[in-house]
């Protein structure tokens, strides 16, 4: 994965929590590859991008599937 690429996150999962239902299966373009703390003290690759409307998004890596490179 690498800045440029279209990427989609993934979609919901049974196990997933009711959080702002619209952001399963959203689309977009990486900006910028980094780590986040999704947990305390604890990095994790993550993936920033552009949705289709002009928001940032924060996203683990492994939640992202490249759409296009």
């Known amino acids: ?9 993934r979609d919901r999962l049974p196990t997933d929590p009711m ?13 910028m590859i980094t780590e986040e703390a999704f947990k305390p003290n604890k990095r994790e690759p993550a993936v920033i991008y552009l949705d289709p409307v002009g928001d940032l998004c ?3 890596r492994r939640d992202l599937r490249i759409i296009l490179k």
Request: aromatic fraction near 8%; proline fraction near 0%; hydrophobic fraction near 45%.
């Open 1 to 9: 994965m690498k800045v440029g690429d279209l990427v989609k996150y």
């Open 19 to 31: 959080v702002r239902d619209g952001e399963w299966g959203k689309t977009g373009i990486v900006i």
């Open 58 to 60: 924060v996203a683990r």
